[in-house]
């Protein structure tokens, strides 16, 4: 009974495996369609960088509302930076704002990248708490993060 279980499990695998070296590949993502995925990923930093703005002037949303974004910048900031910035996506690429300069010099860019996980973390535990002030803190501390990169591979908007 083990041995034809085993050789069905076998078959099954063999069978996949012909499948998929096979089948044909999915089509790359353009260009143009891999800088309208980084828009939309970045989008959801500034939307959650606006909602907590708001809840900290005083112009609406709530603590729930605050943690929400929070979740969501922290969610952002554990995209794939490889896949985000992938060669060929740089400006005028389908209205991208990314300098030429960051994939010349790759290595900071990662790491402004990475440097913006701890402060997304930390505003997420600041989000928890309900404290404005500890929350003003960790939003200016993760928009910081953010606008380093900003500054040295983001063409500035008019």
Request: hydrophobic share 45%; charged share 20%.
């Amino acid at each position: 009974m083990i041995h034809r279980t085993l050789h069905a499990v076998f078959a099954v695998a063999v069978s996949a495996g012909l499948f998929l070296a096979f089948a044909p590949a999915a089509p790359a993502a353009t260009p143009e369609e891999l800088v309208k995925a980084r828009q939309q990923h970045m989008k959801k930093f500034g939307g959650g960088m606006q909602t907590i703005g708001k809840f900290l002037k005083g112009e609406g949303g709530t603590v729930e509302d605050v943690q929400k974004a929070a979740a969501q910048i922290d969610e952002a900031a554990k995209g794939d930076f490889t896949a985000l910035f992938p060669p060929g996506t740089a400006a005028p690429v389908a209205e991208s704002a990314a300098k030429p300069e960051l994939w010349q010099n790759l290595p900071k860019a990662q790491q402004q990248w990475v440097d913006v996980k701890p402060a997304a973390d930390k505003l997420v535990t600041a989000a928890m708490t309900g404290e404005k002030a500890q929350i003003a803190q960790a939003q200016q501390a993760a928009g910081k993060a953010c606008a380093a990169c900003h500054e040295d591979f983001r063409i500035k908007k008019n």
